[in-house]
Structure formats: C-alpha cells, structure tokens
C-alpha cells in the first residue's frame, strides 16, 4: 500500500472517532470532568492525526511528544502547514483553561466547538494529503 494511502486509512479511522466516540451520548452543557475527558481525547486525535501524517512523509518526532510538538515537526521546512497552527493551539488552550479552572475563558458551547476543530484539521489534512497522493502517484 502507498504511504499516502496508508495515512488516508489512518486519517479516515480518526475521523471516526471524531464523530462517534467523542460525542456519543453527549448532551450539553457537559460537567467538567466529561469536557476534561472530551478534550483530552481531542487532543489524542489531534496527535494521531498529526503523527499519520508525519509517518507518511517519512519526518522524524517523538512519539511522546505534546501536539503543538507535533506541529513544529511537521511545519519544519514545509511553511503551508502554518495553516493548522490556530487550530492545534486552541485545543491546547482548552486543556489549559480546564487545568487552571478558567470555565469562564471557554467559548460558549466547547465540545461543540472541539469537534469543528478537529473536523478542520481532518479536512485539511486528508486534502492535503490527497493531493500529494495525486502529485506522486
């Protein structure tokens, strides 16, 4: 299988998880610790996404590394993924604002916002990555 395929498996497999795992059953407005969970899985996704598409561009990154980490890996000579930065640091954000117990500094509706996130990250990715596919047959 090409690389560029194997990260469009892995991406696809992600995208799954974004809808159903991380919403399932959900009503808002969700209690601290179910929003402290949601964001710590988003954050998970972010990095699996982030690492599928590393591993298929064959870049170097520690696997333990945090997802803004992740993020210089990637940006690292390839300036076009500056477009995702805002979103990997708003999820960052998130988890700060739980750590710190700053609810008040959250947007309104933020699982709702963490999954239009992750879902623009998805998006740009696998296009991304499609038309990488199509440039290196």
Known sequence: MHDQTRVLVRLDALK????GA???GRQPPLDVPDLSRQVDEGLEIARE????VLDGEHRQY????????LW???????????TIRDNCRELVYYRNCL????????PPE?????VHILRHLYLYLRSHTEQSQEENP
């Open 16 to 19: 799954e998880r974004i809808g």
């Open 22 to 24: 991380l919403l399932a």
């Open 49 to 52: 996404m982030l690492m599928a």
């Open 62 to 69: 520690d696997a333990g590394a945090g997802l803004l980490e």
């Open 72 to 82: 210089k890996s990637l940006v690292r000579g390839a300036p076009h993924w500056n």
């Open 99 to 106: 750590d710190m117990e700053r609810l008040d500094a959250l």
């Open 110 to 114: 933020p699982e709702k916002m963490l």
